[in-house]
């Protein structure tokens, strides 16, 4: 009996050996990490490590839940090379950017003679190698890291060097980071092309730099909720990758002198990386496409940060020469539709008529003709009901176009004249005012059509935060223009004896 059962075991035991060897010789094995040639340069080793367009790299990746249209929400999309790549020390493709700058102010000394001096200012930002091309390696950065203000004023501030001092010289190197004094690692950079519309600048120089192996993607086709990447030197300090999601895939930036489209990425971003590229996974070959280069935030809020359309850049990109392009209009409307809003807005009398202008109010009405007035009332409102300047625009297929303006004093007395009429310095200081006006009127309606259900949603309660943000944003611009406006008013009342 107990051989029978000491044959039942071992037979038992021979099978049990023989199916864990059948599994182990069928079992799906996992990949061995990809690794670019050791023989290659820096630059060729790096495309190697993300190269998958020939197919070989990864497989196309199945659309699903977090892949629904050209870009992924997640980065577990990303590619095992691509992936790999990034852990590795030649995924160091951007770099801390130092531009230095020598200004010269002006002014008198104690008794009274001219004196001069000079000033330095110093400040980082990151840039990128997108092409090597002979032996010279292209980097893109933000223009306003490339390039300090020619003369510091109230719009072109500097830290530490004030108003009216005059830019005599600028350098702009890459280091190792905010305290690298040893310049003569420094890698010096120079000017190729600058588009200050798009806050994109092009350097090159022919010292031997990690390039960015990504191809540039297609930013027209990101969506709300995509999973970004941005890789920059925050504060000058060290590089740092940091990951987020679009939170809305387009806004008009016209801060300034920029006039181009944004995105808005929640990532944890800081000063020093302007110039950071902005990254997305392409949903069918798990790659990385650059698809933005961040430039600015809202510093009233956390996590609305701001990446030029690269759409906008390819131009600058491809042909190192920008296109020449006017600047968008501040102001005035930029469709019919637009139009269509704000009367529809004003004739609703639940509506409130009312708008802020910088420290000033507005008011604004729709008479039964559809001619519109435009109020503006002076410092003392609401004790002091009456405006000094109203704009009388009559409806021609459109407005914008100025028929004729109200003006008075505080104590109420108009003059009212037709704007040809008016002198050729004032008539045009008064159309600006005018449409920026407009403008003004139609970003607050949609800030209000929004602010009733921006706690529904974090996405709705930052979009409402960026609306705020440029309502507020240019506060005391608006005020000297208005007081600017003001001024000309009563040196006119007072020639005409008003």
């Known amino acids: ?222 969506r709300v909720g995509n999973a970004v990447m941005v890789k920059g030197f925050p504060l000058g300090i060290f590089d740092v990758s940091a990951s987020g999601k679009i939170t809305n895939v387009r806004i008009d930036d016209t801060d300034g002198e920029w006039s181009h489209a944004d995105f808005v990425v929640d990532a944890q971003l800081n000063t020093g990386q302007s110039g950071s590229p902005i990254m997305a996974v392409n949903c069918e070959t798990g790659e990385l496409e650059i698809v933005g280069l961040f430039h600015a935030y809202y510093s009233a809020g956390k996590g609305l940060n701001l990446g030029v359309h690269v759409d906008e850049i390819g131009d600058l990109l491809s042909g190192m020469k920008p296109k020449k392009r006017e600047r968008k209009a501040s102001g005035g409307f930029a469709s019919p539709e637009d139009q269509l809003k704000v009367v529809k807005y004003l004739l609703d009398r639940k509506n409130l008529g009312i708008f802020r202008y910088g420290t000033y109010s507005v008011g604004a009405e729709v008479q039964k003709d559809r001619t519109v007035q435009v109020h503006l009332y002076g410092d003392g409102f609401p004790s002091n009901p009456n405006p000094r300047v109203t704009f009388i625009d009559t409806w021609r297929r459109k407005y914008g176009d100025l028929d004729h303006v109200a003006l008075s004093r505080r104590s109420g007395r108009q003059l009212q004249k037709a704007i040809a009429d008016v002198p050729e310095e004032m008539r045009r200081n008064l159309s600006r005012l005018y449409t920026d006006l407009w403008q003004q009127i139609l970003k607050t309606i949609l800030y209000r059509d929004l602010l009733g259900y921006s706690q529904e949603s974090e996405d709705l309660y930052k979009r409402t935060l960026i609306r705020y943000n440029d309502l507020e944003g240019a506060r005391k611009a608006q005020t000297e223009q208005v007081e600017a406006v003001l001024y000309e008013v009563d040196k006119l009342l007072q020639e005409e004896g008003r």
């Open 1 to 222: 009996m107990r051989r029978w059962v000491i044959t039942i075991v071992l037979a038992a035991l021979a099978v049990v050996i023989a199916s864990a060897a059948l599994w182990f010789s069928v079992r799906p094995r996992e990949k061995a990490p990809a690794g670019g040639a050791t023989a290659r340069t820096s630059v060729d080793a790096g495309r190697a490590a993300a190269e998958t367009r020939d197919g070989s790299a990864a497989a196309p990746m199945a659309t699903g839940p977090q892949c629904t249209g050209r870009y992924a929400d997640s980065f577990d999309r990303l590619s095992d090379r691509n992936r790999e790549y990034e852990r590795s020390p030649l995924s160091s493709y951007s770099y801390c950017v130092r531009n230095t700058a020598t200004y010269e102010q002006v002014f008198y000394d104690p008794e009274g003679k001219i004196q001069k001096r000079h000033l330095k200012s110093v400040f980082h930002g990151t840039g990128f190698v997108f092409r090597e091309s002979n032996g010279e390696f292209y980097v893109l950065t933000n223009e306003h890291v490339a390039s300090q203000p020619e003369v510091t004023d109230e719009s072109s501030k500097v830290d530490g060097i004030p108003f009216g001092s005059k830019k005599v010289s600028e350098t702009v190197k890459i280091v190792k980071n905010e305290d690298d004094d040893f310049e003569k690692n420094h890698i010096v950079l120079t000017p190729v092309a600058t588009d200050p519309l798009l806050d994109a600048a092009v350097l090159k120089t022919t010292a031997r730099l990690n390039a960015c192996p990504y191809k540039i993607g297609v930013s027209g086709e990101l």
